[in-house]
């Protein structure tokens, strides 16, 4: 079984490089599609409110038979709970239906910047609950370079993530520069774009040479980027082959030929202009 390398956060805590997601991932699914994860040897999840599946991730990692302090578990506020109180309500409530007395990480979901409520506000909920200890960590996601220079100067803790969407046809390399300037660690979401990447000619040519998949090649760009990744599937194949990144090295040649396919092409919302509450 594959060793995943650790990332230290800016407040000292370990978070594996690799994780499992499950965005999408049916709340009936989820349960036997993270006691997979685990059975494999993933010990990082990574869900949210908003994918209303939190509950299956609780009940896998209980029977596992793992303990808690064996898997590091984060979740987001969802949208329409960046009020202060609301905020701290809704930690209790994930944490309840997770069964959990802590989370490991707990991030603001969007920044929602065209909300009446500041996003500042929402930070420093956060930071109580940090305080309080219940989260060992906390972080934002989809957060600009203002939003970060924004939380930064108004407020005492320093995000320990920014969770953006990075891809190799969305580098992202801006937002990824102020996260590492800030002391903040970057976690590339969609890491596979979906699997929009996969087909790529430049992706497909580097994971014949080799012998690996395109998946594979990709989220080893990723890692040899320093960042953090959580693939999401259901398909215990796949499951296994996107746990398989540390027995190969992609050459200099390579990482450059696939950070150069970027097209500033999103497969989600913009976090400028996103302001959904559901
Ligand atoms: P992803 O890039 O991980 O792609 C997932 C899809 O790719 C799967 O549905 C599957 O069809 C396919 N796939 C997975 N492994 C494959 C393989 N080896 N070969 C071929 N196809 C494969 O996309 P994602 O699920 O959107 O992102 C991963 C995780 O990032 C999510 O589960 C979630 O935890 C997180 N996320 C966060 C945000 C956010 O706003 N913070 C947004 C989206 C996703």
Redesign the pocket.
Known sequence: MSTVPTIALNNGVSIPQLGF?????PPEDTKGATLTALEVGYRHI???EM?GNERGVGEALRESGLERSEVFVTS?LNNGFHAHDDAIAAFDESLEVLGFDHLDLF?I??PLPGIDVDFVETWQALEEIYRSGRAKSIGV??FQANHLRRLVQETEIVPAVN?I?V?PYLTNDDVRAVNTELGIATEA???????LV?DDPVVTGIAKDHDR????VVLRWHIQRGDIV??????RS?VE??FELFDFELSTADMGLITALNKDER??PNPDEFNWIP
Request: charged share 15%.
């Open positions: 997601g499950v965005y999408q991932v990574d869900t949210a994918y987001k991030l979901h969007w996601s989809n969770q969407e891809h979401w969609s890491p596979i774009a979906q699997g996969l998949t395109p998946a594979q959580f693939p999401k599937s259901v398909t796949r082959e996107n497969t989600g």
